[in-house]
């Protein structure tokens, strides 16, 4: 069972940046797709992004132009970098990856992401 732990999310400023990292306790290498998703106050859980085994592929599915996923399987570690941020970014922030291709059977607690306009 691997387990996933979210970390860098805070309360910033409009415009500012945020590194969002998530440590796997094992074998993130052997997983498939890593992804992000957020769930904003009071709303569903809406995908974010997701980079494959290798890194080879990324998929974005809100702020391609302001956001970026990258991992590093050496060191079991996913990263989402924020930039730019905006007040409609303020949500919790889970990561998540694929046992198997096309479905995310770890997630982290989430990390609390707040930005003030």
């Known amino acids: 069972q691997v387990q996933l732990a979210e970390s860098g999310g805070g309360l910033v400023q409009a415009g500012a940046s945020l590194n969002l990292s998530c440590v796997a306790s094992?074998?993130?290498?052997?997983?498939?797709?890593m992804a992000w998703f957020r769930q904003p106050p009071g709303l569903e859980r809406e995908f974010v992004a997701a980079i494959s085994r290798f890194g080879s592929s990324k998929r974005y599915g809100v702020a391609m132009d302001r956001f970026s996923i990258s991992r590093d399987n050496a060191k079991n570690t996913l990263s989402l970098q924020m930039n730019n941020l905006r007040p409609a970014d303020t949500a919790i922030y889970y990561c998540?990856?694929?046992?198997?291709?096309?479905?995310?059977?770890?997630w982290g607690q989430g990390t609390q992401v707040t930005v003030s306009s």
């Open positions: 094992e074998r993130m290498g052997e997983l498939y797709d």
């Open positions: 998540t990856g694929e046992e198997t291709p096309g479905q995310y059977a770890y």
